[in-house]
């Protein structure tokens, strides 16, 4: 049974960081590319990070502020978020990329897994 259990969400201040996690059981974690995204109230998701056949991706939003990396020992995948502002507040998934399909303007995911997501709430 494939799980993907996020934490680490918290409420922060502005120009704090966080570092989210990702644990993933039932399927080979090196073997497969993950994302976070996140979901802001109101809003549809929206990509923040990937990787993506061992290459690290970044939207431009989050480029230079937050890192994506993975553990595969650990079958964890970690989103540190540093600089934080007001509109990085939404909710963050991990996903199991399942389809890439590139695009003139980039890469496009489809997810077939999905974790429960961990709430980021970026506040004074």
């Known amino acids: 049974q494939v799980q993907l259990v996020e934490s680490g969400g918290a409420m922060v201040q502005p120009g704090g960081s966080l570092r989210l996690s990702c644990a993933v059981s039932?399927?080979?974690?090196?073997?497969?590319?993950m994302a976070w995204v996140r979901q802001a109230p109101g809003k549809g998701p929206e990509w923040v990070s990937a990787i993506n056949i061992g290459q690290k991706v970044y939207a431009d939003s989050v480029k230079g502020r937050f890192t994506i990396s993975s553990d595969n020992a650990e079958n964890s995948m970690y989103l540190q978020m540093n600089k934080l502002k007001p509109e990085n507040t939404a909710r963050y998934y991990c996903?199991?990329?399942?389809?890439?399909?590139?695009?003139?303007?980039?890469?496009?995911?489809?997810?077939?897994?999905w974790g429960q997501g961990t709430q980021v709430t970026v506040s004074s």
């Open positions: 039932g399927f080979t974690f090196s073997d497969d590319d």
């Open positions: 996903a199991k990329i399942a389809v890439v399909t590139t695009t003139p303007i980039g890469d496009e995911y489809q997810y077939d897994y």
